[in-house]
């Protein structure tokens, strides 16, 4: 069990790693088919001997195909999540379209997907539909920008005010005379929506450019002087800046804390409770509620839920 579980978490790793390689295009579609190798499933600690023996049994049978459709915020825990499923269980095929937060609310509301990833809290309106809000992560929300500018810290009045168009321009914030390049998210889009609730944002933000995807905005913070932008915690790297809002930087150690007040819920929502699903979904969050599946959550630089 422990080689096992060893070679469960390379996979994750090398599953990350491919993420870096990935463009920031708006619609992705992924799917990755199951090694050919079997490996045991895990069990629970304190089970009886029948629950054991049923789990295993489960774990045999298990084969057949999960839909996931959503958040481009989620793609590198949910691509990390299948390779490492599909590693445990050889019979199962775990695809997964990257398409925002809305799109996978609505497939999973009328059927077209098992699992609808969702990178905000769901709606009053979406719940009274029958959708179940699992929460399956804890994510940061950090505020990017070119690396060429001198401002590395905001308070959350400044922000604010950069994205309702009261600031526009850096020399206002102690920076550069240079115009602030106001970078978001499409409508629709998961972060952009728990951004501006964050922020009391709501249709108030006065964006320059409003993209498609997560690696959209990280490539043109990157790239524009004078940009801000927000993107995922676990997208991080030094192609940007990242700021400190209110002199605290965004790690999962100051959102345990709560210091950092940009975070949001990653949410795996489904139509009905998790009890109601078939025997590969509940598996599926078996798993990411387990030991392992917390480590993989925090391998893929996330918060665990639970």
Do not use: H
Request: proline letters at 3%.
């Amino acid at each position: 069990m422990k080689k096992n579980y060893i070679k469960v978490l390379a996979l994750a790793g090398m599953a990350i790693l491919t993420m870096g390689t990935l463009a920031g295009c708006g619609s992705k579609n992924a799917e990755t088919q199951a090694p050919d190798t079997k490996t045991e499933a895990g069990t629970t600690s304190g089970t009886t001997a029948n629950e054991t023996t049923a789990k295993e049994d489960t774990a045999t049978n298990l084969k057949g195909s999960i839909s996931m459709v959503g958040s481009t915020s989620m793609e590198k825990f949910a691509t990390a999540l299948s390779e490492v499923f599909m590693e445990k269980y050889p019979s199962v095929t775990v695809q997964a379209e990257f398409v925002g937060s809305g799109a996978g609310i609505e497939a999973v509301t009328n059927g077209s997907a098992d699992i609808g990833n969702s990178s905000r809290n769901l709606k009053d309106e979406e719940k009274a539909k029958g959708v179940a809000e699992n929460i399956v992560a804890i994510d940061g929300i950090a505020v990017v920008s070119d690396p060429a500018n001198t401002v590395d810290n905001l308070t959350k009045d400044q922000l604010i005010n950069i994205y309702n168009g009261t600031t526009t321009n850096w020399k206002e914030l102690g920076g550069a005379d240079q115009p602030i390049v106001v970078i978001g998210r499409e409508a629709g889009s998961g972060t952009r929506t728990a951004f501006e609730e964050l922020l009391k944002l709501e249709d108030a933000c006065k964006y320059s450019n409003e993209l498609d995807s997560t690696g959209a905005v990280m490539a043109k913070a990157a790239s524009t002087p004078g940009s801000i932008g927000y993107v995922s915690l676990d997208v991080l790297d030094d192609t940007v800046k990242t700021m400190k809002l209110e002199s605290v930087e965004p790690t999962p150690e100051n959102i345990k804390a709560g210091s950092y007040f940009l975070s949001r819920p990653f949410v795996m929502a489904t139509k009905g409770e998790i009890s109601e699903q078939s025997d590969l979904v509940k598996a599926l969050f078996d798993y990411i509620y387990s030991d392992e599946g917390k480590d993989l959550v925090k391998a893929v630089g996330l918060i665990p839920a639970n």
